[in-house]
């Protein structure tokens, strides 16, 4: 039986091991700061240090995050869990073993399902996330003779996340990441950054013969720090147990590094993976108990997820999806929007003002809405003036709503007028100004007697300038047909 | 005979004005001097102690000293003591100075003690007769020849020679019962979770206790007192109130008291023990208590749990001494590895490295099963067996140790017949009971005899209630 050479008669296999980084203020075993961008060795302590006599205690918001996690990754939590110790000797890790679940994580059995490129879906399996400190570093580069250590890291809380093999390809793994890191910002739980190292990702990597059921042997590859690097390592790693199984060759199950200058993979020491982590629970920290009081209150306290949010303004407001998953990705907006919502008259010219104008000066200035200077109020008032056909939609953004932000003042009606920025209700004012207007342009007027009614926007721009822009175009309008009768 | 037994003795003659703090001080510090050979101490709080007595007088005199006021009080030198020295005896802190203190020391000085000083111990609390210790071995009060017990022997040997009123020693195995035992004082080992063990130098962190070594269940009684209850920084404290344990000393009805047939049986059990026990079974009847001989079926199985249990977890507190972050660090080294090889080889003593050997090996993949676990299911199965013992008894009788003090050098070839020592001592470690071990006079030789008593979880002040009657018997 042949099984051919192509890429084609193979399938990849991929689980990812996903390293979230949580954002506490404080560490997960000590109440040192967990902030990052600190000087070297700033926040430690005698837990972060490992001093003789020092005890872990543990900081009970990292177990309220991971829970929201587990939620939001449709998975059983563990309401009785344990933390268990992973012994090995590195330069950044003081205690000489790191505190993590082993045998009994915070969560299990989820799933999440993606979205991918041609618009289908796939459900991906969580097998466990699980509740870790993270180790200081080691610096190797600053100064000859010694490598030097920064401890601010360790015992910054981590959770990982570990998924089924179910990926089956760079894609979806991509589209899994993409989605995780959406999660973890939008439940506050991480800031998702992967520059910063705040997500961080390993994959378990193999293939086997399309229709194949078992499993290939599989190779870990480490350090994936990027989107862009896991789709590379994958699409990488790929190929090349393709061509080694394809030459004949086995696989041999090993940890690898992935070189993000290459953009190739290679084996680690073997020294490097010979460890023994001898785990077994650690005796210092009872077991977390999370009673059903707790869950609940935990519960109540999250936010809807985005598939929830853009489920029901679809079906609230009859936007688009594309409009309505603006709102559920970006909370801050969705409060903003919230906050307006009972003050306007119409719902539809909030969503549209918020999606369209607005979020065009926001990106214009680079700023989210929560640094905007017109309140959720004020919005709503300046867009009920439009509605209410007393400011035309030109003048509210440019003028209007800068003023609001440069003025102190509540009252965005007196505002507008102190400005004299309303449209001029005086059909004598704007009789005058289309008098004008026909008489400036009395050759186009009559051009337009003759039958070229495309000129009657000009005559309409020339009394919108002469009054200022403070006028009814549609009313212009219709007062100008009715003059030209 | 010493010269001070309790601290009420002690703070009766205070406000008599027969006696000052700095006095008493004084007077210690002189018996350290004259004990000198016994090699109790690791190093004496000369200034500390001094500044502290001095400030404590002062609040006598104002009428609003603490609790301890008058209490001079040595602690094992595994117990951190803010910008002071501790080394657990062993060569990889010495000169390791500790930058916080334990809860028990912050709660020590909140009642106005005043610590005299650091005691020599097995090194990192590994032992059973002050023969590991760095600082060399302690002598027993009794017969410089023989051993003081351990691991907390220079706290035992502290108070038995009268060099501080009452010293705290940490037990994991016994190591408070065993030498108080041998040096004829009372040690208390509390349930575990009864005191915190932030700031203690962990052995094995599910067994250590804080216990006070003292020659009066007041003195104990007065000390758990301070010591116990909940903290913020170790979250293995239990919640439980802490009773007034001194105030409630003489409430005492007859007790149901289980005797270990097997104990009393034991080979090992030296015969002028065993007619003492006996003996004072014999009086606690004619005092009314109801005395049973009961079976425990898991006495072999012990010794071997508590090792496999107590080394696993060694192994992993210890791997923090790596000569990286603080402690003993070869100079010489010129990798990371050869650092942390060297650096535990020189700094580490034979005894710890075997526990730590020991310990990594029964936590290693494939021996995990046969040895870590099945410790673990024997440990909660001797649990079950003392729960169901404690539905039909308040009290469970047997030996602290099963020969009086050996001579010094006798037990240190083989490591087994050591362990085996434990044997008595370890069961309420494993089963996290409080215990308490009484002085019951002494042999022909004129070496101390003791017993033990194990109580419930928590039942602490039953168990000095009754401490105090059966002394006074």
Not at chain 1, 249 to 262: E, H, M, P, R
Request: glycine share 6%; net charge negative; with cysteine.
């Amino acid at each position: 039986m042949s099984l051919g050479t192509s890429e084609n008669n193979y399938e990849l296999v991929s689980g990812l091991e996903i390293h979230v980084q949580l954002n506490t203020n404080t560490k997960i075993f000590s109440a040192d700061s967990a902030s990052f961008g600190a000087l070297p060795n700033q926040n430690i302590s005698t837990v972060s240090l490992a001093l003789p006599g020092s005890l872990p205690k543990l900081n009970k918001e990292v177990v309220a995050k991971a829970v929201r996690i587990g939620l939001a990754l449709n998975c059983t939590i563990n309401q009785i869990n344990h933390f268990d110790r992973k012994n090995y000797f590195y330069a950044d890790l003081p205690k000489g073993y790191q505190i993590t679940q082993d045998s009994q994580p915070i969560c299990i059995n989820g799933f999440l399902e993606v979205e991918l490129a041609d618009g289908s879906t796939k459900k991906i399996g969580i097998n466990r996330i699980h509740l870790e400190e993270d180790a200081g570093k080691s610096i190797h580069d600053q100064d000859e003779n010694y490598s030097l250590v920064d401890l601010n890291r360790a015992g910054v809380p981590l959770i990982e996340i570990v998924t089924e093999p179910d990926i089956r390809s760079a894609e979806e793994a991509s589209a899994l990441l993409t989605e995780i890191r959406k999660l973890v910002r939008h439940l506050n739980v991480s800031d998702g950054n992967m520059e910063e190292g705040s997500l961080r990702c390993d994959a378990n990597i193999s293939i086997r013969p399309k229709n194949a059921t078992d499993f290939g042997t599989r190779c870990e590859v480490k350090n994936l720090n990027s989107m862009r690097n896991v789709r590379r390592a994958m699409d990488f790693e790929f190929s090349r147990q393709v061509e080694v199984v394809s030459a004949g060759g086995k696989i041999i199950q090993s940890t690898l590094n992935f070189d993000a200058d290459k953009g190739t993979t290679s084996p680690m020491r073997t020294k490097e993976e010979a460890n023994d982590y001898r785990y077994f629970a650690d005796p210092d920290l009872p077991p977390v108990s999370i009673s059903d009081a707790w869950l609940a209150e935990i519960k109540s306290l999250m936010p809807a997820l985005p598939n929830e949010i853009w489920r029901q303004m679809v079906a609230d407001f009859g936007i688009s999806k594309a409009d309505a998953a603006l709102f559920a990705e970006d909370l801050s907006l969705l409060a903003y929007f919230n906050r307006a919502l009972p003050n306007v008259k119409n719902k539809k010219s909030l969503i549209n003002w918020l999606v369209g104008p607005v979020r065009a000066i926001l990106s214009e200035r680079g700023i989210s809405i929560a640094n905007f200077g017109v309140k959720p109020e004020q919005l709503a008032e300046a867009l009920n003036l439009v509605d209410e056909k007393k400011l035309t939609q030109q003048i509210a953004i440019q003028q209007l709503l800068p003023a609001i932000e440069n003025h102190d003042t509540e009252d965005v009606v007196k505002l507008a007028e102190s400005l004299n920025l309303l449209i001029s209700t005086n059909s004598d004012d704007l009789d005058g100004y289309i008098d004008e207007a026909l008489q400036k342009y009395s050759q186009q007027v009559e051009a337009y007697k003759k039958g070229k009614k495309g000129v009657l926007g000009l005559f309409v721009g020339e009394v919108m300038k002469l009054a200022k822009g403070k006028a009814d175009a549609k009313k212009i309008n219709e007062l100008i047909l009715e003059k030209l009768k | 005979m010493k010269k001070y037994s309790s601290l009420k003795g002690i703070q009766a003659l205070i406000s008599q004005k027969q006696l000052t703090l700095p006095d008493l001080l004084a007077y210690y510090f002189k018996q350290i001097k004259e004990n000198e050979h016994l090699n109790a101490f690791n190093e004496v709080f000369f200034y500390s102690a001094e500044v502290q007595a001095k400030a404590v007088q002062q609040k006598i005199e104002e009428g609003n000293a603490g609790k301890l006021a008058g209490m001079v009080i040595g602690i094992k030198d595994n117990i951190c003591y803010k910008d002071h020295i501790v080394t657990a005896s062993s060569k990889m802190l010495d000169g390791f100075v500790s930058p916080y203190s334990a809860t028990v020391v912050q709660r020590l000085l909140q009642e106005d003690a005043v610590i005299i000083g650091r005691l020599n111990c097995d090194e990192f609390a590994m032992g059973g007769s002050n023969e590991t210790s760095y600082f060399g071995t302690v002598k027993n009060a009794v017969n410089p020849d023989l051993v003081p017990g351990g691991s907390s022997g220079g706290s035992a040997v502290a108070v038995q020679a009268d060099m501080c009123l009452a010293a705290l020693g940490t037990d994991t195995g016994g190591s408070v019962r065993q030498p108080a035992a041998f040096c004829g004082q009372i040690g208390l080992k509390p349930t575990y979770g009864r005191i915190s063990r932030y700031g203690v130098i962990a052995y094995a962190s599910s067994f250590d206790q804080v216990g006070p070594i003292t020659s009066s269940v007041e003195d104990a009684a007065l000390l758990l007192e301070v010591l116990a209850g909940a903290d913020e920084n170790d979250s293995t404290v239990s919640p439980l109130d802490v009773p007034a344990y001194s105030a409630n000393l003489n409430q005492l009805e007859p007790k149901r008291i289980a005797v270990l047939k097997e104990t009393m049986e034991s080979e090992a059990l030296d015969p002028e023990i065993k007619s003492a026990i006996l003996e004072s079974i014999e009086s606690l009847k004619a005092q009314g208590h109801v005395i049973d001989y009961v079976s425990f079926d898991l006495l072999d199985y012990l010794v071997p749990a508590y090792y496999i249990l107590t080394t696993a977890e060694a192994s992993s507190n210890l791997s923090r001494y790596d000569g990286v972050h603080y402690g003993h660090r070869n100079a010489e080294a010129k990798s990371l590895t050869e650092l942390y090889k060297l650096s535990r080889a020189e700094g580490f003593g034979e005894e710890v490295k075997r526990r730590i050997l020991l310990g990594t090996f029964v936590l290693s993949a494939g021996y995990y099963d046969a040895y870590y676990q099945k410790a673990q299911q024997v440990r909660r199965l001797i649990r079950e067996k003392l729960d169901v013992l404690f539905q039909d008894y308040d009290l469970i009788l047997l030996p602290v140790a099963p020969t009086p003090p050996f001579k010094i050098g006798d037990n240190m070839q083989d490591p087994l017949v050591m362990y085996m020592a434990d044997i008595f001592t370890v069961l309420p470690s494993l089963s996290g009971n409080p215990a308490i071990a009484l002085p019951i006079g002494n042999n022909k030789a004129n070496l101390p005899l003791s017993i033990q008593f194990i109580a419930k979880h928590f039942e602490e002040a039953q168990l000095l209630a009754f401490s105090q009657a059966f002394l006074s018997l």
